[in-house]
């Protein structure tokens, strides 16, 4: 069935870096935009980061330009963010999701229908 | 960048009441909105997409409505397995902003 696993979280000291991961299934990875929402304890959904379907775009929320990198493999269908200096308030479940539907470099924007269960990363001292 | 306000925070409602959530944006988004539902301990889940169209499987007591800057969602009768926390989001631009939630509970 269509699925979203993501995988890597842990507890990480204020400053170093951690890579989470995403693997995808049951549909063509390579169709579709991929998106990073985190959500800190108790709180709100917070949307973090965007790729376009073939890796060629990508957006940030401010808070984590410059530190954070979203990246993917199609090869290994698959969904990176790559998160460096990280801080205590980054801590949070990251879930992937999935985006914008693309045939033929054409996509349409869509909502997120499909998400990861997510992964929980912890910065502390 | 586009943001997105959700009223009321939260509200307490009776079984079979009639619940309605408003979303505001503050420039607008024609109908590139969002609606999820997230219970306690899960994943977020897509309610409505298009401001208006039930994804598929969802109970056809919840309903949207709206365009450009101002949204609803409906329940149109209440029941006990739609205590959660109810998001709007617009998905037209970057960021892909989410509104601060709606607490819906029982009384």
């Known amino acids: 069935q269509v699925q979203l696993v993501e995988s890597g979280g842990g507890v990480v000291q204020p400053g170093r870096s951690l890579r989470i991961s995403c693997t995808a299934s049951?549909?063509?990875?390579?169709?579709?935009?991929m998106h990073w929402v985190r959500q800190a304890p108790g709180k709100g959904l917070e949307w973090v980061a965007f790729?376009?379907?073939?890796?060629?775009?990508?957006k940030y929320i401010d808070s984590v330009k410059g530190r954070f990198t979203i990246s993917r493999d199609k090869s290994k269908n698959t969904l990176y963010l790559q998160m460096n200096s990280l801080r205590v308030e980054d801590t949070a479940v990251y879930h992937c999701?999935?985006?914008?539907?693309?045939?033929?470099?054409?996509?349409?924007?869509?909502?997120?229908?499909?998400w990861g269960q997510g992964t929980m990363v912890t910065v502390s001292s | 960048d586009i943001q997105m306000t959700q009223s009321p925070s939260s509200l307490s409602a009776s079984v079979g009441d009639r619940v309605t959530i408003t979303c505001r944006a503050s420039?607008?988004?024609?109908?590139?909105l969002a609606w999820y539902q997230q219970k306690p301990g899960k994943v977020p889940k897509l309610l409505i997409y298009?401001?208006?169209t039930l994804q598929s499987g969802v109970p056809s007591r919840f309903s949207g409505s709206g365009s450009g800057t101002r949204f609803t969602l409906t329940v149109s009768s209440l029941q006990p397995e739609d205590v959660a926390t109810y998001y709007c989001?617009?998905?037209?631009?970057?960021?892909?902003?989410f509104g601060q939630g709606t607490r819906v509970e029982i009384k």
């Open positions: 049951g549909f063509t990875f390579s169709n579709y935009a």
């Open positions: 298009a401001a208006s």
């Open positions: 989001q617009n998905y037209n631009t970057a960021p892909r902003t």
């Open positions: 420039q607008g988004i024609s109908n590139y």
């Open positions: 999701s999935r985006g914008d539907a693309c045939s033929s470099g054409i996509c349409h924007w869509r909502a997120f229908d499909i």
């Open positions: 790729i376009s379907f073939d890796g060629s775009n990508k």
